[in-house]
């Protein structure tokens, strides 16, 4: 069974800094990755998909990574705003590849 | 485009009515849908999904069905609902199995 983990749960750093956050998951034979924004109160956003033939993809600041090998995903977040403050969440396939089973969440908060 | 479309935004219902969510999506043929549960202090948890009109999987035993009367419409409903069925309820779609998922914007339910 698929488990997904964040780390760290909250996160706090002032404007400018770069940041990474973690997600871990328990079974490596995953189709995709997928990064999430979740705003209070709102849906969830899709920021980047790693495919697992892929490594890494980038999308203006961010660049997500994964190494299937040791079930570890990373979001690189460059130069960080204000309105980067969401939860990101951090989704990887079920067993049977037909949904997503996702982490609980980091919590970023970036202060100007 | 495409784009999906959840109703309503939030509902306040009291213990032991019926429920009924709505998602739609527009501008795909065919696509599969999700729909997730995300309660206080827990990750987001899938409760069904469906790979095309009819046909409805079920990943946690609940208090909850789902059904898809159309193509591009899935509904979540409950006959009788329990303090325990509070949440935010996300609808989400994807092209196919191992593709990238997009989701709507959520409804809050909260059971009184």
């Known amino acids: 069974k698929q488990e997904v983990t964040q780390i760290p749960a909250a996160l706090s750093v002032p404007e400018g800094e770069n940041l990474v956050l973690n997600c871990s998951f328990t079974?490596?034979?995953?189709?995709?990755l997928q990064w999430f924004r979740q705003d209070p109160g709102k849906g969830l956003t899709s920021l980047l998909l790693?495919?697992?033939?892929?490594r890494e993809q980038t999308s203006g600041r961010l660049n997500a990574s994964l190494d299937k090998s040791s079930g570890r995903s990373t979001l690189y977040i460059a130069a960080s705003q204000p309105g980067d403050s969401a939860t990101y969440l951090c989704?990887?396939?079920?067993?049977?590849?037909?949904?997503?089973?996702f982490g609980k969440g980091t919590t970023l908060s970036v202060s100007s | 485009s495409q784009t999906i479309h959840q109703w309503p935004a939030t509902l306040v219902q009291p213990v032991g009515s019926p429920l009924s969510l709505e998602c739609t999506v527009e501008g795909t043929s065919n696509p599969n849908l999700y729909w997730y549960r995300q309660a206080a202090g827990r990750g987001l948890q899938l409760l069904f999904y469906?790979?095309?009109?009819?046909?409805i999987s079920s990943e946690v035993p609940q208090n909850l069905s789902a059904s898809r009367p159309q193509d591009r419409q899935f509904i979540l409903s409950s006959k009788k609902l329990l303090l325990s069925d509070s949440g935010f309820y996300l609808c989400?779609?994807?092209?196919?199995?191992?593709?990238?998922?997009?989701f709507g914007q959520g409804t809050r339910l909260t059971v009184v």
């Open positions: 790693i495919q697992s033939s892929q």
């Open positions: 989704a990887a396939d079920n067993q049977a590849g037909t949904a997503l089973i």
């Open positions: 079974d490596s034979a995953i189709y995709n």
């Open positions: 469906s790979v095309g009109i009819g046909q």
């Open positions: 989400a779609w994807s092209v196919e199995s191992n593709t990238e998922a997009f």
